[in-house]
């Protein structure tokens, strides 16, 4: 509904009466008699806002997802152009480089630790506290947890200079099995054999716990590397 101010609701009345509206006299009102109306003060601008810094854990889970969706797509990609004995040289030569980069982009750390006995890379031996977490995860597994569904958040008793550690269970799917099972086709086994001759990571069934991937949150006064 249209609203119209007094003034001029008069005005249209006295347009619409049979006669002529009266002309309007002006009434001088002295000085003394006039009330000052204060101005409004103004309203402060407000502050600009800052932008939103995620938090630990939120930058541990983000540098966690992009490593593991980096590494799937890439070894796709590394096996339809190479097959699956590309895909073992892709875990040698790239996955390293897949971490070092996700990890300057979050500013974390990073890595993959091996069930006990059974890594490939040598630098993912079972160890350190990543090593006792693996084993608190194979106990819960043991008992029909799923391996992808072990996680942990640890803000307490961490090292001075770090504010967060974060790990989850890294499940054996169907498709590990080419280079992580008991019946690894030959190419792939002299790939192995080339590439990691130590090599401890086969005879694993689907379903099983491979090990895990942690991530580090440096403390804010922290510098990464």
Do not use: K
């Not at 806002?49 to 889970?61: I, K």
């Not at 590394?78 to 897949?98: E, K, L, N, T, Y």
Request: with cysteine; proline share 9%; charged share 20%.
């Amino acid at each position: 509904m249209t609203r119209y101010s007094p003034v001029l609701a008069l005005a249209m009345l006295a347009g619409c009466g049979s006669e002529p509206a009266p002309e309007a006299v002006a009434v001088a009102t002295p000085a003394a008699e006039t009330a000052a109306v204060p101005e409004p003060e103004p309203t402060p601008a407000p502050a600009p806002a800052e932008e939103a810094t995620p938090d630990a854990q939120a930058r541990g889970q983000a540098a966690m997802r992009e490593f593991g969706d980096r590494l799937r797509n890439e070894l796709r990609a590394a096996m339809s152009q190479d097959g699956a004995a590309g895909a073992v040289s892709f875990c040698h030569d790239q996955a390293p480089r897949i971490a070092d980069e996700v990890m300057a982009t979050h500013g974390v750390r990073l890595g993959r630790v091996a069930v006990a006995g059974r890594n490939r890379n040598p630098g993912n031996a079972h160890g350190g506290w990543q090593g006792e977490l693996l084993d608190s995860f194979q106990l819960a597994v043991n008992t029909g947890g799923a391996p992808e569904s072990q996680m942990a958040v640890i803000r307490d008793d961490v090292p001075a200079g770090v504010e967060l550690r974060l790990a989850r269970g890294i499940r054996v799917e169907a498709a590990c099995l080419m280079c992580h099972g008991d019946n690894i086709a030959p190419p792939i086994a002299e790939r192995l054999a080339a590439l990691y001759p130590e090599d401890r990571a086969t005879g694993f069934l689907e379903g099983d716990l491979r090990g895990l991937v942690w991530v580090e949150v440096p403390a804010a006064t922290e510098s990464t590397p």
